[in-house]
């Protein structure tokens, strides 16, 4: 059965700072899914990683792919107040099913 | 207009009611899915479908039961209603293949009393 596990749950950080959001899963795949959350809202599809090794960035977030260690790494750089958000991966089991993470929650300090 | 629509946007019931959340896409895809959302718990899959004549049990399905009355329609209904199914309830649909996203409605939030 399909694990995924994301760490920090909380995150709160100063704006201009770095970070890393990680998602971490327990069985083999080769695609990860990010998405955000706003508060109340959906959520929007952010990056689709398809194999080991993919690099994905657009504005200050980049993720990371690494299938081998079963990780994939969301990079926050100068951190301004509209990333506030809940962050989720998400991990195909199978060819049909997602299976997502419980969330990383960040709120950016002004 | 939104791809994904879910209606009713907000519904408060009684336990043992029974309710339908519904759900219809412009988008043209096959796979629809049910998801729900509890604090802490990130989404767990209720059923997806892949066409019309497709419907499978996802992680949670006990106590639910779904409808996909056309390729843009797919319905959730709670045949009756317990207070542990509050939840935020979302739809999705994808488009299948290598680079598949799933792309998600505004979401229905349920409150069962």
């Known amino acids: 059965e399909l694990k995924v596990e994301q760490n920090p749950l909380f995150l709160s950080m100063q704006e201009g700072k770095n970070y890393t959001i990680y998602c971490n899963y327990s069985t083999t795949s080769d695609r990860l899914y990010w998405y955000r959350q706003d508060p109340g809202k959906s959520l929007e599809s952010l990056f689709v990683?398809?194999?080991?090794?993919a690099v994905k960035q657009e504005g200050r977030l980049m993720a990371s792919l690494d299938t081998k260690a079963r990780l994939s790494t969301l990079h926050i750089t100068a951190a301004v107040h509209d990333l506030s958000a809940t962050y989720f991966c998400?991990?195909?089991?199978?060819?049909?099913?997602?299976?997502f993470g419980t969330g990383t929650r960040l709120k950016v300090l002004a | 207009d939104a791809d994904v629509t879910q209606t009713p946007r907000n519904r408060i019931t009684k336990t043992g009611k029974r309710i339908m959340l519904e759900c219809s896409q412009t988008k043209g895809h096959d796979r629809m899915y049910w998801y729900r959302q509890d604090p802490g718990l990130g989404l767990r899959l209720i059923y997806y479908s892949f066409d019309v004549k497709d419907i499978n049990k996802g992680e949670i399905s006990d106590g639910y039961s779904v409808s996909r009355q056309a390729q843009a329609k797919f319905s959730l209904s709670l045949e009756s209603a317990i207070p542990n199914q509050t939840a935020l309830y979302f739809c999705a649909t994808s488009d299948g293949g290598r680079r598949e996203t799933q792309y998600f409605g505004p979401g229905t939030r349920l409150l069962v009393l």
């Open positions: 998400a991990v195909p089991e199978g060819t049909y099913k997602y299976i």
């Open positions: 990683l398809l194999s080991n090794g």
